[in-house]
């Protein structure tokens, strides 16, 4: 139920999640949805995120581990990981967290928690493959990275390119260096 929930948020949002929607996808008896998740759509929702968030922290750590030496091969390689998602997907999905964090109404404050711990939880994993940054620079770095990674979801659907990958992915590369020599400079300031 988690997986198909996931992948309703990841189409449409919270809207394309209506528990009807859930368990046509999951095949699961409704009763099992309302068992597991007594809350309903906003409870499965929560943990939907919360367990991709998980799935994705794995993935971008075992793929960009071992690029760590080198950041601007970081920030290629998440791009990287960003288009390939897009490309299998035919453009279809993009990251729950921010299909979600667009349907948000201002009183959604638990969702609001579990699509900002979605992109905290990416990040931490994005400050630490980025180790030989300055630790100054890490933690904004990586919060660029994810903001960027939301702004290249949304173009890349509606172009339908992955363009906006290969150019949020390369852009960011080249302000590696800056980063390192800003630091130092920031630090006599």
Avoid at 179 to 189: C, E, S, V
């Amino acid at each position: 139920m988690l997986r198909a929930a996931t992948r309703l948020l990841r189409r449409g949002g919270l809207a394309a999640a209506g528990v009807n929607r859930i368990v046509a996808e999951s095949g699961a008896p409704k009763g099992s949805l309302y068992h597991f998740f007594p809350d309903g759509k906003d409870q499965i929702a929560r943990e939907a995120l919360a367990a991709y968030a998980e799935r994705v922290a794995a993935r971008v750590r075992e793929r960009l581990e071992p690029m760590m030496g080198d950041p601007a091969a970081v920030v290629r390689g998440f791009f990287a990981m960003g288009a390939e998602a897009a490309r299998r997907s035919d453009y279809a999905l993009s990251c729950p967290a921010g299909a979600v964090a667009l349907d948000l109404e201002p009183d959604d404050a638990e969702l609001r928690r579990a699509c900002d711990g979605v992109f905290a939880r990416l990040a931490d994993e994005l400050v630490a493959v980025l180790a030989v940054l300055p630790a100054a620079r890490r933690a904004p770095f990586a919060g660029l990275m994810v903001s960027t990674m939301q702004g290249a979801y949304i173009r890349a659907r509606a172009a339908r390119s992955l363009a906006p990958f290969d150019e949020a992915g390369e852009q960011l590369a080249l302000l590696v260096p800056t980063l390192r020599a800003t630091t130092t400079q920031g630090n006599r300031r």
